[in-house]
């Protein structure tokens, strides 16, 4: 590691704080707390200046790659530039210090809040009632399916099976099975969608819901959900639509319209949380009005204009997070949807849209558009061209890196060879498009004309290639002195 510990630049003596002198009488430690609770030396934390310690997290945060650092075009996760204004908000003692624990009565400011962001995310997708609870996409999507069960149980039977696409997101199928559902997946066709005569042939009585993600996972629209939604309903499933790529649809297509009974939302994605390292998220799962005494309690409701818990709700599927879910998180989004506005949600949209088409069509000659037609807010790459050099997709990723890019999501999804998924997002300006496109045909060159180096990068790193297997495996996180 190019950056030591704050243990080894310990400094005896030295202090990054200044405290004023005692002015009460001073008692002995042993008088307020019991002498056996009491250390008997001084712990041996690290002695060091504000400045030393600033600097060195700063050099920390800088060994890694970020989205407040430079373009993380990362396909599925949304990884847009989040305001600092969301951060200014979320920071208000009055969200920031209410305790969990405390008596509703005396926080109605945050329930409003989150009464609020409920009411406006059934706006935006058409759905009837949203719970906020669920701590991620993927939790999200465990709560709906619980949903579609007890729907299911109580009509007498909850049945046996899921249908997914091969294109699905890898948390659905997980989410489908710990629900105890069998999974079965579809193919998709030539174009990228959904083929309907495999759904068909795979729709029966034993069918509790079709999971979709619209635009899917290449970031193409499913333009036949009309049909897709019909065919569903009439085996008496549901349809659930994994929200994760919402970012292509505010304010333009509202799923509760086009026939989703149950939609989660990723808040940390399409409404800019800062997301990654196992932060904290949130996935709020909005329900069409037949599902809604279904969802988790407490839900809010709102009496008199003061929004308060309700724990009463006939068939709910009981509690299912901590507290009331990541409120935090809640806060930021809430932020951003009152800054944006209906007008401005929808440029976010038309921008993201405009963005992936452009960046696109700037490197269709470059490497192969397995599907080249119009695409929403993320389109994916095969380097399967570039293979006859003997460079693989993750050659091309790693090498991005020294050129200061972060590198698209690659292998997924599963039925693309090669797969660079690349989601510029909104926040990306023209010249960066730009800047990323240049990088992109220049690798694709030293693919054909110096592969060593593309099979050696990333060169500039802090670390260069590690392997990913034994760090998951053979995880060494013991600090040793070093002498
Ligand atoms: C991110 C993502 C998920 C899972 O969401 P988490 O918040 O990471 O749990 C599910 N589906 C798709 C398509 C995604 O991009």
New binding site residues.
């Given amino acids: 590691m190019p950056e030591p510990l704050l243990f080894e630049m310990t400094e005896p003596g030295r202090r990054g704080f200044s405290l004023p002198g005692l002015d009460v009488p001073e008692k002995p430690a042993g008088d307020l707390i019991p002498a056996a609770s009491l250390r008997s030396a001084p712990a041996d934390l690290p002695e060091l200046s504000e400045p030393e310690v600033m600097r060195h997290f700063i050099r920390l945060s800088l060994l890694n790659h970020h989205v407040d650092k430079g373009f993380y075009p990362l396909g599925?996760?949304t990884m847009k530039y989040n305001p600092k204004v969301n951060e200014n908000t979320a920071k208000f003692s009055g969200f920031s210090q209410v305790h969990p624990l405390q008596d509703p009565e005396g926080i109605s400011g945050i329930l409003m809040l989150m009464g609020d962001l409920a009411r406006s995310l059934c706006e935006i997708s058409g759905m009837d009632a949203v719970t906020l609870q669920p701590a991620?996409?993927?939790?999200?999507?465990m709560t709906g399916i619980k949903i579609i069960r007890a729907y299911h149980e109580r009509n007498g039977n909850p049945r046996t099976k899921i249908i997914l696409p091969d294109s699905a997101?890898g948390?659905?199928p997980a989410s489908a099975a710990i629900s105890g559902y069998r999974t079965v997946q579809i193919r998709s066709n030539a174009e990228g969608l959904v083929d309907l005569e495999d759904l068909k042939k795979n729709l029966d009585e034993q069918v509790a819901c079709l999971m979709l993600?619209n635009p899917n996972?290449l970031g193409l629209f499913e333009s036949r959900i009309c049909e897709i939604s019909r065919m569903v309903h009439e085996a008496g499933a549901l349809l659930y639509m994994?929200g994760?790529?919402l970012n292509a649809l505010l304010g333009i297509v509202r799923p509760g319209e086009i026939g989703f009974d149950v939609l989660h939302f990723?808040l940390?994605?399409t409404f800019s949380s800062p997301?990654g390292g196992g932060g904290p998220?949130s996935?709020p799962v909005g329900v069409r009005s037949f599902l809604r005494d279904f969802l988790p309690v407490p839900i809010l409701v709102e009496d008199h204009s003061r929004w308060r818990f309700e724990w009463n709700l006939e068939h709910s599927i009981g509690k299912l997070q901590g507290f009331y879910g990541n409120v935090g998180v809640m806060v930021r989004a809430y932020t951003y949807i009152r800054m944006l506005g209906e007008k401005g949600l929808k440029q976010v949209s038309r921008d993201a849209i405009l963005n992936a088409n452009y960046l696109m069509r700037k490197l269709e000659g470059t490497f192969d558009l397995p599907h080249a037609q119009h695409h929403m807010h993320e389109f994916v790459l095969s380097g399967d061209r570039q293979k006859k050099w003997g460079i693989k997709t993750l050659d091309m990723a790693k090498r991005l890196l020294d050129f200061g890019f972060h590198a698209p999501t690659v292998y997924f999804p599963l039925i693309v060879h090669e797969a660079m998924m690349i989601e510029p997002t909104e926040t990306e300006s023209l010249e960066t498009l730009d800047a990323f496109a240049d990088v992109m045909k220049r690798i694709a060159m030293e693919a054909e004309q110096e592969p060593d180096i593309l099979k050696q990068a990333p060169l500039t790193t802090p670390v260069s290639r590690l392997d990913e297997a034994s760090a998951a495996r053979d995880m060494d996180v013991c600090y040793r002195k070093r002498d």
């Fill in positions: 599925s996760c991620a996409g993927a939790h999200g999507e997101h948390t659905n993600t996972t994994d994760a790529n990723n940390h994605k997301h998220g996935g």
